[in-house]
């Protein structure tokens, strides 16, 4: 039954990391991604119309028109790594994860020769890692999640990375990725969302018997919820597992005496 949940909340975490974490997310404008790509050897006045129209609506959240724009731009000979990478978002929205795939792979080329620092080539691994993982290539896709989340602030990548390893009874990796995923926590997750986390560390301390961390998580447990039934359970059992630690030691320093 154990196994159950846990597996039905890594499928509900995966829909979340989707919602939450769209991979059209927008962290520029419209004008910065335009400047970006005019800067480039990839502009053209061939296609440039395309570029800037796609690249608008993509930021206007107007997706078909972005996807059509931006595909005439590439399909007349357009290889900007900007452009390309935006088709695979697209994709992506589409849930047409192999067309995606390919688009990354595309974009990864491009950006050996330019857009260097732009933020999609910073953020690739995130990206591809994700397309790979929801196309069923998930073996392929995990050890570069892994990658992305050796620099990324992504809470929801960071949940799902220490939820799988939870999964797989690997307790020490689930505890690195969530507590850090806690401390890098954006304004999105609600307050339900870090209460289950907290008490998910809170046991994971508790399972390795350490019993300072445990309380800890705990502790964040009952200041945002201070009648949370589990919490106040294991909390006044470690309380309890402390006062008998003391008078046990207190009793052997009497008999020494």
Not at 3 to 31: D, E, N
Not at 133 to 162: D, N, V
Not at 221 to 230: A, S, T
Request: hydrophobic letters at 35%.
């Amino acid at each position: 039954m154990t196994q159950i949940k846990t597996y039905l909340f890594i499928i509900i975490c995966l829909l979340v990391f989707c919602a939450f974490h769209s991979p059209l997310a927008h962290a520029a404008t419209a004008a910065e991604d335009y400047q970006a790509y005019a800067k480039t050897r990839y502009a053209s006045s061939s296609w440039n119309r395309f570029v800037k129209e796609g690249i608008e609506g993509f930021h206007a959240g107007n997706y078909d028109i972005a996807h059509n724009t931006l595909y005439k731009a590439f399909n007349k000979g357009c290889e900007s790594p900007i452009v390309i990478f935006m088709l695979a978002l697209l994709s992506e929205y589409k849930k047409s994860y192999y067309s995606a795939i390919d688009y990354y792979k595309m974009a990864a080329k491009g950006f050996k020769k330019a857009n260097k620092n732009h933020r999609y080539r910073k953020t690739y691994n995130e990206n591809y890692g994700r397309a790979l993982y929801y196309s069923g290539k998930k073996q392929e896709a995990l050890p570069i999640l892994r990658k992305a989340a050796k620099k990324s602030k992504s809470y929801w990548l960071l949940k799902l990375l220490g939820m799988l390893a939870y999964e797989q009874g690997d307790t020490l990796n689930a505890l690195s990725y969530l507590e850090r995923a806690v401390r890098v926590r954006s304004t999105d997750v609600t307050k339900e969302e870090l209460i289950y986390v907290y008490t998910l560390l809170g046991n994971l301390f508790l399972h390795k018997g350490e019993q300072d961390g445990a309380h800890r998580y705990y502790q964040k447990v009952i200041e945002l919820d201070p009648n949370n039934p589990k919490a106040k359970k294991f909390m006044g059992i470690i309380e309890k597992t402390y006062r008998n630690k003391q008078m046990m030691e207190l009793m052997e320093n009497m008999s020494d005496m």
